[in-house]
């Protein structure tokens, strides 16, 4: 294995260690202002850091010349809707101990997009992948047939809008995070408007009376853009089928923090899912693995 190989495998290794581990206990540390008023934060922050980020490393050329076309725009204010969406069920999933159940759509998500792929660009499905796709759907029916309380509608949600996210953004050429400082630019207003609103009535955490307090949820930018950044520079250096391998430390890791450490509930019906979903990824990254 060459250099960039090793760079780029701890890169994305890292990332998907942050999203899965870091993240979690960040977000569930905070969780306690309520995740309207998080999600508000990592809107706000997220926005500000990738401000600084893009000044840093002086792409605001390409940031204008991405955004002076009209495809680009129409295309990135429905993938910023698209994360806004994956973000605020993701925290909601943190601050009501759901967080195994938000594994359970990192675990479907690239099956799902396997699934989106053929649908939408007309892709070639080998028969392990068509049986991978069998196997997820399985499992969702499995659960709304023995017990549709239980359904774990967040993971779902998680999984769709992240796998939709992923389509939108696919239909246009632009960097990563320049792509997302465009999506950003979309939601801040609403947050900034929503934060407005939670301060004049008196909800809001953040204020200079508790600068420690202000400072954790400030960090929520960073929270957000650090990983990313790991990750794509990783997908960069060794390509989407290594990466998508990698990318299960996330899924597996919320598992792990939310039953072990968090000790979430987790019914006879959802192991029995999860084991249909493991067999399901297992297949998949076995034959992602063979074709890269």
């Known amino acids: 294995m060459n250099k960039d190989f090793n760079k780029g495998l701890l890169l994305t290794s890292l990332g998907s260690f942050w999203w899965g581990f870091i993240g979690v206990i960040y977000f569930e540390y905070v969780s306690f202002i309520g995740h309207i008023e998080l999600v508000v934060h990592r809107c706000l922050w997220t926005t500000l850091m990738l401000i600084l980020t893009t000044t840093f490393i002086s792409k605001w050329k390409i940031f204008f010349k991405i955004a002076i076309i009209k495809k680009n725009l129409i295309y990135l204010f429905i993938s910023g809707a698209l994360i806004f969406i994956n973000w605020a069920i993701w925290i909601y999933a943190v601050a009501t101990e759901r967080i195994i159940d938000a594994s359970f759509g990192y675990f479907i998500m690239p099956i799902i997009s396997v699934l989106l792929g053929k649908i939408f660009f007309k892709e ?7 049986f991978s796709v069998i196997l997820v759907i399985i499992s969702i029916l499995f659960i709304i047939f023995f017990n549709l309380k239980s359904l774990p509608w967040v993971g ?9 996210y992923n389509l939108v953004r696919k239909k246009i050429n632009v960097d990563t995070d320049i792509g997302l400082l465009i999506e950003s630019f979309f939601i801040f207003p609403f947050a900034l408007i929503a934060f407005y609103l939670i301060y004049k009535n008196g909800l809001n955490d953040f204020n200079l009376s508790n600068p420690s307090l202000s400072l954790f949820l400030i960090l929520a930018g960073p929270m957000t853009v650090i990983p990313l950044f790991l990750y794509v520079r990783g997908v960069e250096l060794i390509g989407l089928g290594p990466t998508g391998m990698i990318f299960y430390i996330t899924p597996t890791l919320q598992f792990i923090m939310g039953y072990f450490y968090y000790n979430e509930s987790f019914s006879l019906v959802k192991f029995i899912s999860f084991i249909i979903i493991w067999i399901a990824v297992i297949i998949y990254l076995k034959d992602l693995y063979e074709n890269n």
Do not use: G, H
């Open 124 to 130: 070639k499905l080998n028969d392990k992948r068509i």
């Open 156 to 164: 779902l949600i998680v999984a769709f809008s992240w796998a939709f």
